[in-house]
């Protein structure tokens, strides 16, 4: 079946340009999460949604960064006013919510986002 | 907090040969743990992981991983490498009570040679 979705596969922005990344999970799965990965680094926890409500943004790392899924299924990362330091791999991963919470997650192929 | 250390940033090993890439963790409470592997421009696959019970898990590809608890460790093994195994892999821990959220570690990157 189909894997998760992420789109665009690479963006380049202009600092202080406004962002918006965009993730397609696996047809029923009800977490969803969002990871930054840097050069070199693991992937760094940024938010996790389970249906359309957002139960832990911890990691976002300043009030730029915004997620919303407002349907419980298509999840969007937005980036305000870009830095330089935003640039990295910003991956999605989807997941069963199975009672056991010990589900593996689902990646998609990441957003390679450039700020010059 | 939860926390993953992979000390070693490179393994090198000849194809053929046993590979280890180590892993520790720290966690309030009993964790999941788990081994994801990253070829290059492609998203993590996951191997294995661990919930409870016996201390050797079985996993994709010939991939297995041992739990210790005193020693927080959970070491990814196989006992004869494949040059196609050389990639990135990272080890992950999630706490099994209080939510879904998961720590990477920084990553290893294996290198098997033929």
């Known amino acids: 079946g189909a894997g998760v979705s992420q789109s665009p596969r690479y963006k380049v922005a202009k600092r202080g340009q406004d962002v918006a990344l965009r993730c397609d999970p696996i047809?029923?799965?009800?977490?969803l999460f969002w990871y930054q990965q840097a050069l070199g680094q693991g992937p760094e926890f940024l938010t996790y949604?389970?249906?359309?409500?957002?139960?832990?943004k911890s990691g976002l790392p300043s009030d730029r960064f915004f997620a919303e899924r407002p349907e419980g299924s298509v999840s969007t990362l937005k980036i305000q006013r870009t830095q330089q330091e935003d640039s990295a791999v910003y991956l999605c991963a989807s997941s069963l919510r199975d009672k056991d919470m010990n589900s593996p997650l689902h990646f998609g192929n990441g957003t390679r986002l450039t700020v010059t | 907090a939860q926390s993953v250390a992979q000390p070693e940033d490179q393994v090198n090993v000849a194809e053929g040969n046993p590979l280890t890439v180590k892993c520790t963790y720290s966690v309030s409470g009993n964790p999941y743990l788990f081994w994801y592997v990253q070829y290059p421009n492609r998203g993590l696959q996951f191997l294995l992981k661990?919930?409870?019970?016996?201390?050797l898990v079985k996993g994709s590809y010939g991939f297995e991983a041992e739990f210790n608890k005193s020693q927080t460790s959970f070491h990814l093994k196989k006992p004869s490498a494949l040059v196609s195994d050389s990639a990135l892999y990272f080890c992950a821990v999630r706490k099994n009570t209080g939510g879904f959220k998961t720590i990477f570690g920084a990553g290893t990157r294996l290198f098997v040679k033929a």
């Open positions: 949604f389970q249906n359309e409500a957002q139960l832990d």
């Open positions: 047809s029923g799965h009800v977490s």
């Open positions: 661990y919930i409870t019970g016996d201390n």
